[in-house]
C-alpha cells in the first residue's frame, strides 16, 4: 500500500448501510507527539480517548481501517451483561461472593455508562428494547430458570423474572423452539455503526485526533517514552493503550502473542417485514433475545420490522467456512422462526468475537511495559463493556484509580494459551462438545 492508497474495507453490513457514508479520518504520514496514543478506534479505543481528551489531554487514535470497522460496527447492538463466559455461580466459587458482586455492579455501570452517554451526546441510535430474554430452548432449560432466577435475585437483587410459554406469547414472542423465558430487567438494543461513529464524532469534538488507515505494526521504549510505529510514520507518547480486541496483530506487542482467541460471529438482517407477517410468527415484541445454548443465537426485531438474527460458533475465517456458517445462520433462523422461511435476507456479515483463557476480559496495566494499559476479551459481550473499561483504562492514566480498584474478575492479566499455536485446533474440539451439549 501506497501513502493515501485506500483498500475496500466495506463489509457488506446492515449497519454500514444505515448510516451512509462513514466518515474517513486522515492517515498518519510522518511523526507527532501526543501523550496518549491508542491502537484502535473501536468502542473501548474512543471511549479512553473521550475521557482523556475531555480531562485535557493530548491524545491520538490509530485505527487500521477506519472507525467501527472491527466488532464494534459489526456487532449485533445488543447493550447488556458481558464480559465473561463464567455464569454468576462460577464466579461466586472461582472469585468469591464479594467480587462476583462487584463485578456485577460494574456491568450494571457499563450498560448505563452508555445510556448517559447517549442522553449527554443526543446519539440517535435507534434504542429499543427493555432488558434481555433469555429463551429455553429444550423443556429441561425451562425447568431450571426459577432457580437461576431467585439464586440471581437473592445474591445480586438483579430483578429477574420467569415467564411461561403462555406469557410469552402474550408479549408476543413465539416459537416452536422456546419453552420459557427469563427477562433481566438491564440493558438495551441500539444500531452499533450508529453508536460507535457518534463516540467518534465526541471524541474529534472533545479534540482527540481519530487517524485512518494507520495501522501499528510495532511498539519500542525508547528512553521515557514509546513509540509506536505505522506504516508511513509514527507517534511518541508517554501512555499507550492497546483496544485491537479481536483484531489485534499477534504480536504488537509481544506480550499479546498466544494470549487472545478471536473466533467468529455472523449475523444476518431481513428485509422490513408487514404487520401481517409479523403476526403469522407470533413475534411482534421489540425484545432482544437470546437462547439458552452455549453456543447461542441472539435475536432481535428492530424498529423498522427487520429482524436480526446473530450466531456463534466459527472458529476459522476462509471464505468457505464463513459461507457454511452463515448458511447454518439461515437454516437454524428457518427453523425457530418457520413463518419468515421466506423472508429474505438482506445483509450477512460476521467478525471477531475475543476470549480469553480464563474466559473474562483483562482491563488493566499491561505487565512489564510502564506506561501501557489495554482493556479486551469481552466474550462477545462489548458494547456496554468497552464503553465503561476504556473510560476506566483512561482514568487509570489520568491517576484517577488504581489497577486493583476494578473488580477482581477484570483485573488479572491473561495467561497465555497452553501451545497457543493449536488453540483454534481445540477450540474446535470445544464447540464439537458444546454443539452436541446444546441438543
Ligand atoms: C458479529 C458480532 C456480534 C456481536 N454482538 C454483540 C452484541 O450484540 N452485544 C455486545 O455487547 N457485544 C457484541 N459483540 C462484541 C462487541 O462487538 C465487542 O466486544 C466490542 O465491539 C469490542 O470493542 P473494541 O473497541 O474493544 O474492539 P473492536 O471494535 O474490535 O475494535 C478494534 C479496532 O482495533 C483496530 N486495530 C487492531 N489492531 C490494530 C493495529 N495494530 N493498528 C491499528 N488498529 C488496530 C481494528 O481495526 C479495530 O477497528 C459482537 C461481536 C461480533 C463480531
Not at 510522518?30 to 496518549?36: I, K, P, W, Y
Not at 479505543?45 to 472507525?67: I, N, Y
Request: charged share 25%.
Amino acid at each position: 500500500m501506497t501513502v493515501g492508497e485506500r483498500e475496500d474495507i466495506s463489509i457488506g453490513s446492515f449497519w454500514e448501510a444505515s448510516v451512509g457514508q462513514i466518515k474517513e479520518d486522515r492517515q498518519l504520514v510522518g511523526e507527532a507527539v501526543f501523550d496518549v496514543a491508542v491502537i484502535g478506534a473501536g468502542i473501548t479505543g474512543l471511549s479512553a480517548a473521550l475521557k482523556l481528551a475531555e480531562a485535557g489531554a493530548s491524545v491520538c487514535v490509530l485505527e487500521a481501517r477506519r472507525v467501527g470497522w472491527g466488532a464494534s460496527g459489526r456487532n449485533g447492538g445488543f447493550c447488556c451483561f458481558g464480559g465473561t463466559k463464567l455464569s454468576e455461580q462460577e464466579m461466586v466459587r472461582k472469585f468469591g461472593e464479594d467480587e462476583a458482586k462487584r463485578f456485577v455492579a460494574y456491568q450494571l455501570e457499563a450498560i448505563e455508562t452508555v445510556s448517559d452517554r447517549l442522553n449527554r451526546f443526543g446519539m440517535d441510535v435507534d434504542r429499543h428494547s427493555s432488558g434481555e430474554m433469555i429463551l429455553a430452548h429444550r423443556p429441561r432449560d425451562a425447568a431450571g430458570f426459577q432457580d437461576d432466577a431467585d439464586y440471581l435475585n437473592k445474591t445480586f437483587g438483579l430483578g429477574v423474572r420467569v415467564l411461561g410459554v403462555d406469557e410469552l406469547n402474550e408479549e408476543g414472542i413465539c416459537g416452536p423452539e422456546f419453552h420459557g423465558g427469563m427477562h433481566m430487567p438491564h440493558g438495551f438494543a441500539l444500531n452499533p455503526m450508529k453508536y460507535v461513529q457518534a463516540l467518534a464524532q465526541a471524541v474529534r469534538d472533545a479534540g482527540g485526533r481519530i487517524y485512518s488507515h494507520t495501522e501499528v505494526l510495532g511498539l519500542a521504549e525508547e528512553r521515557d517514552e514509546w513509540r509506536v510505529s505505522t506504516r508511513f510514520g509514527g507517534v511518541r507518547a508517554t501512555r499507550v493503550v492497546l483496544a485491537g480486541n479481536g483484531y489485534s496483530r499477534e504480536q504488537v506487542p509481544e506480550w499479546l502473542g498466544g494470549r487472545l482467541m478471536p473466533v467468529m460471529s455472523s449475523v444476518m438482517v431481513t428485509r422490513p417485514m408487514s404487520d401481517d407477517e409479523l403476526a403469522a410468527q407470533g413475534w411482534t415484541s421489540d425484545m432482544m433475545s437470546a437462547d439458552s445454548r452455549i453456543l447461542l443465537h441472539y435475536f432481535r426485531l428492530m424498529p423498522d420490522n427487520r429482524f436480526l438474527f446473530g450466531t456463534r460458533g466459527g472458529i476459522f475465517e476462509t471464505p468457505e467456512a464463513m459461507k457454511t456458517m452463515q448458511k447454518r445462520g439461515r437454516a437454524d433462523f428457518e427453523r425457530m422462526f418457520p413463518s419468515w422461511a421466506d423472508v429474505e435476507t438482506e445483509h450477512a456479515w460476521h467478525g471477531h468475537v475475543c476470549l480469553a483463557k480464563d474466559l473474562t476480559a483483562y482491563v488493566g496495566p499491561i505487565p512489564e511495559m510502564a506506561g501501557v494499559f489495554g482493556a479486551m476479551a469481552y466474550h462477545g459481550s462489548g458494547v456496554a463493556m468497552a464503553s465503561l473499561s476504556g473510560e476506566k483504562v483512561a482514568d487509570m492514566i489520568l491517576g484517577k484509580i488504581r489497577a486493583d480498584d476494578l473488580p477482581g474478575v477484570i483485573s488479572k492479566p491473561f495467561s497465555k494459551f497452553p501451545f497457543p499455536a493449536l488453540r483454534q485446533l481445540y477450540l474446535q474440539g470445544a464447540y464439537w462438545y458444546y454443539g452436541w451439549k446444546d441438543r
